[in-house]
């Protein structure tokens, strides 16, 4: 556990193994990760309240394997920064804005590497953002952005070779049942999202298309889909 105030480097040619991973317990944690390695189980960046503005950065190489759940801003607010070649695996969930009023942000820069085995949030009952820069890429099972009532999302897939590859269904503004909160996706400048099976935008959901891509099985699309430029397949 990171905090209060906790700091942990790890450099190059360095691990750092562990099972439950907590950076930012009653004060704030930061974990730095300069093209060395961690390994842990279910992890939180913000992980109870009292320890906002929590993060986790990895450069020049680094690498995360998490087996099971990763919550970035779960009581408090938390950033997972991912640049230049970095990788973050994750075995189950990755969710962004868990509590009621909590934000959690991500941000892939450089031809960085976030996946899910199973769903990625962005706003589940809090807030999340999601910003894919730099030909990085993003991969999940489902996705949903602003999960449930109350909730906001926001994702930006930005830049030549810059991805976010859905192998199911993208939910923007709810989830696979009902709708949920204010969800805002925007696909711009060469980026691209690909969806295996059905692109559904609730009513709280607005989708943009300006220069990019999007490939999706099946559309349902009740919310503003604004459709500038790009090519939607």
């Known amino acids: 556990v990171l905090g209060t105030d906790g700091k942990v480097f790890i450099g190059s040619n360095s691990s750092l193994n562990t099972g439950t991973l907590g950076i930012g317990l009653r004060g704030p944690g930061d974990l730095s990760v300069d093209n060395g390695a961690v390994s842990s189980t279910t992890s939180y960046i913000g992980q109870l309240t009292g320890s906002n503005s929590s993060i986790a950065q990895l450069s020049n190489g680094a690498s995360w394997a998490n087996s099971q759940d990763l919550f970035i801003g779960h009581s408090s607010s938390g950033s997972l920064d991912v640049d230049t070649a970095s990788d973050v695996t994750n075995g189950d969930s990755v969710v962004a804005g868990f509590d009621t009023g909590i934000t959690g942000e991500i941000n892939l820069n450089n031809g960085a590497n976030l996946s899910s085995s199973s769903e990625l949030t962005i706003g589940h009952n809090g807030n999340g953002v999601l910003s894919v820069l730099g030909g990085s890429s993003v991969s999940s099972n489902d996705s949903y952005i602003a999960a449930l009532a109350g909730s906001n999302g926001s994702v930006s897939v930005s830049g030549p070779a810059s991805t976010m590859n859905v192998s199911d269904s993208f939910y923007l503004g709810g989830n696979n049942v009902a709708a949920g909160g204010t969800a805002i996706a925007e696909v711009v400048a060469g980026g691209m999202l690909?969806?295996?099976?059905?692109?559904?935008?609730?009513?709280?959901?607005?989708?943009?298309?300006?220069?990019?891509?999007?490939?999706?099985?099946?559309?349902?699309?009740?919310?503003?889909?604004?459709?500038?430029?790009?090519?939607?397949?």
């Open 194 to 233: 690909s969806i295996g099976n059905t692109l559904k935008v609730w009513n709280g959901g607005t989708l943009s298309l300006i220069g990019g891509s999007i490939n999706t099985g099946t559309r349902d699309v009740d919310g503003p889909f604004k459709l500038i430029g790009g090519s939607l397949n």
